[in-house]
């Protein structure tokens, strides 16, 4: 049983950052993809960023890229979303999701079958 559990987020003023955290526990973190989507009040859950098991490629959505980076650690299982420049648009749950190292990078939610319960990021202006 593979689990996910995020961390990090939080309430930040506009333009400030924030690291988003994603342990991974129950299997080797090195045989999975992973991504970040979020979802917004009322809006659908929107893919953020990916890169995949040997931090060789990653992907990024036109909304963030330029303020966004995610990472990995495979040695500590764990993800990481840095988010800079932060603005109430990004306001949102963000998840954390992970895919067999074997697929092609993904960026939709059904890409992942993997998923953390999400942290909540407020940015106010």
């Known amino acids: 049983q593979v689990q996910l559990v995020e961390s990090g987020g939080g309430l930040v003023q506009a333009g400030g950052s924030l690291r988003l955290s994603c342990a991974v526990s129950?299997?080797?973190?090195?045989?999975?993809?992973m991504g970040w989507f979020r979802q917004a009040p009322g809006k659908e859950r929107e893919f953020v960023t990916a890169?995949?098991?040997?931090?060789?490629?990653?992907y990024y959505s036109d909304p963030v890229k330029g303020r966004v980076t995610i990472s990995r650690d495979n040695a500590k299982n764990t993800g990481y979303l840095q988010l800079n420049s932060l603005k109430a648009e990004d306001t949102a749950v963000y998840y954390c999701a992970a895919a067999p190292a074997d697929q092609a990078l993904g960026v939709r939610n059904e890409d992942y079958p993997y998923w953390g319960q999400g942290t909540q990021v407020t940015v106010s202006s």
């Open positions: 129950g299997r080797s973190f090195a045989i999975f993809n």
């Open positions: 890169i995949d098991w040997s931090s060789s490629y990653t």
